[in-house]
């Protein structure tokens, strides 16, 4: 390992400490240097708040046009199943009972088609488009979870129409789980016959070099039903989704992965990324648990919409088992635990930069963490936060895959794509790559590191001098009570005797109030949007959804943003000092019933 990925290492831990150092020592060591720092991180973070809400936009006006497409689609389907109906009756009373069959196991007489027969036609055949073309292998991670959450998550599966012949379920257990034996058995026998297969792989214990957690569940249920499938079916029509055991997956999830993989040129280098949504127990939990996971949905949202296809997935996605094979599977050492992001980096850099994410713009529906009592639930979501800011160490990871010096292989292409009619042929003797095989530039490396810092930077530093920089400045420099004047006597205060730093400091002040609007933007938007999804998506009724009285929960956004972000984030980076691991915790979800209908 060279000296350079030892400082990668150190870019998280020192700009956490930097950055309170900076905070407290700034305004009296360095004052000029510290306005003109305040100054520059205030407008890039005020120009990236903008960036997201502007993103945000186009993220919630896809949603929206999904779901009514999906439900208008949904209702002509209906309207069409009515209209066959009644002429087949008509048809026995006027034809003397010529009924012919026809698509989708339905009759109807043999007529002329008229123009909204056509209509239907159409409509049933685009509906009908994508399905049976892939094979979908959930893969559902799970360690000491309530039984109760995991039927009802796979339950909302068993409810798709597809689910019989095109779905499998991978329950990955954990060997260290009291009774996972038990909890696995039941579960299977409960939709015993509701999917094509149900595959059951239990994650040994105290694996060497394994860091306990989602990715090496999930790492080692995808090698073992990798290898059960291919003996079934074709691996180039086989799509793993990766979830969480709260996930509710709407079918038109499904549908929209399928769509966009048929329209890709090439779909074993995509990756399919939802946006998250809180919903199913949001009404159940504390205000600043709630806030906190709306935020947490918007910054997910907002990524989606990436117009180079370079956008993180979060908690629920979908890939090719063949890209999942060409690139090793997940990794499962302590560096990874953040599994979403980290396994996204790894097929980006992997295969050079050909993979590439391609947005769904259907919610997944997550539930909060939720216990019983007030402050012990707040704690739940802290402990929770913590271990998603862990994902730090894919700072370091991104830092040197981009600018270690390492290039793609195109030996870790699967030599069964080599010869396959759907991927272009790629002939090593002729020097020539196909253009889905070309590496990317530098350009998307250095986008992709720098979505990385943001990610993980932002969360560290932005609490400490967003909240406090401005007025401890003040208190520091202007206040009559300011104590460097007592332990400086000799200072020189630029605020006071410079009128272009006083003219500074007033700008940066000005900025400092503007820096919350973009995300109050996102807020209102999201309000519209949440209501959207409850009741055209989820059904649910209007007393199941947000009401203005949540307005309230905004107020919150302070305290959740720095006890649920700046803080878990500035105690990761450090931590990465000495790397050490964290004990397996899983979030509690103590949820009994959920109150959304199910999609039909």
């Known amino acids: 390992m060279g000296i350079h990925h030892y400082i990668f290492e150190l870019v998280a831990p020192t700009t956490a400490i930097g950055a309170v150092f900076v905070l407290l020592l700034g305004p009296i060591f360095f004052p000029r240097a510290y306005i003109w ?12 708040s903008v960036n997201h809400f502007l993103k945000f936009c186009l993220t919630v006006r896809n949603i929206k046009k999904n779901i009514r497409d999906w439900n208008a689609k949904q209702e002509q389907q209906s309207s069409s199943r009515d ?14 009972g010529r009924i012919t069959p026809t ?19 159409e409509m049933e055949s685009a509906l009908k488009q994508y399905e049976g073309q892939y094979i979908h292998a959930f893969v559902v991670p799970n360690y000491e979870e309530p039984e109760p959450l995991l039927r009802d998550t796979i339950k909302r599966l068993a409810q798709h129409r597809n689910a019989t012949t095109t779905y499998v379920i991978i329950l990955a257990m954990e060997e260290s789980e009291v009774d996972h034996t038990t909890k696995a058995a039941s579960l299977k026998r409960t939709f015993d016959g509701s999917f094509r297969d149900f595959i059951i792989t239990v994650h040994p214990k105290d694996v060497p070099g394994e860091s306990r957690g989602k990715g090496s569940n999930v790492a080692y249920a995808a090698r073992e039903a990798c290898e059960l499938l291919a003996r079934k079916v074709d691996k180039r029509h086989v799509v793993f989704t990766i979830t969480d055991s709260d996930s509710a997956i709407p079918e038109l999830y499904i549908r929209q992965i399928e769509k966009a993989l048929t329209e890709s040129e090439d779909p074993y280098n995509t990756i399919c990324s939802p946006p998250i949504f809180f919903s199913r127990n949001a009404l159940d939990v504390p205000a600043a648990v709630r806030v906190t996971d709306i935020m947490w949905s918007i910054m997910v949202m907002q ?21 999942a094979e060409q690139v090793g599977f997940w990794d499962t050492d302590k560096d990874a635990v953040g599994e979403d992001l980290h396994m996204w980096l790894k097929c980006f850099f992997k295969t050079g930069g050909v993979a590439r994410s391609v947005p769904i713009f259907v919610p997944i529906n997550l539930t909060n963490v939720q216990t ?20 730090v160490a894919d700072v370091a990871y991104s830092l040197k895959s981009a600018f270690s010096g390492e290039q793609h292989s195109t030996n870790d292409t699967p030599s069964f794509l080599l010869s396959s009619s759907i991927m272009p042929v790629y002939n090593p003797s002729s020097g020539k790559r196909p253009s889905c095989l070309m590496s990317c530039s530098f350009f998307d490396k250095l986008v992709v590191v720098l979505h990385v810092l943001e990610a993980h930077m932002i969360p560290c530093t932005s609490g400490w001098l967003m909240f406090a920089a ?10 009559a009570y300011s104590p460097i004047s007592s332990y400086y006597p000799s200072f020189q205060n630029p605020i006071v005797t410079s ?21 109050l933007l996102c807020a209102m938007l999201y309000e519209g949007l949440h209501k959207t999804v409850d009741a055209e998506l989820f059904k649910k009724g209007t007393n199941e959804t947000r009401t203005w009285r949540n307005y309230m929960d905004y107020a ?11 803080l878990p984030s500035t105690l990761a980076c450090v931590k990465r000092l000495t790397r050490s691991n964290d004990k397996y915790v899983v979030a509690a979800k103590n949820i009994t019933i959920f109150t959304e209908a199910l999609p039909e």
């Open 37 to 48: 720092f305040l100054l520059a991180y205030f407008t890039t973070f005020l120009y990236i």
């Open 83 to 96: 209209y066959d109906s009644k002429e087949v009756v008509k048809s026995t009373a006027t034809n003397n």
């Open 103 to 121: 698509r989708n196991g339905y009759t109807s007489v043999s007529v002329s088609m008229t123009d909204d027969d056509n209509k239907y036609s």
């Open 303 to 323: 990524n989606l919409s990436n117009p180079r296809g370079l956008a993180f997935p979060c908690s629920t996605y979908s890939l090719s088992m063949v890209l």
């Open 372 to 391: 019983t009592g007030y402050f012990s639930n707040i704690y739940a979501r802290f402990v929770q936060a913590k271990r998603h800011y862990n994902g």
């Open 470 to 479: 401005v007025p401890l400045t003040q208190f520091l420099l202007i206040s």
């Open 499 to 519: 009128e272009f730093y006083a003219y500074m400091f007033s700008l940066v002040q000005a900025v400092s109030v503007l820096l919350p609007m973009p995300l």
């Open 556 to 566: 919150w956004l302070p305290v959740s943003a720095w006890l649920f972000m700046t």
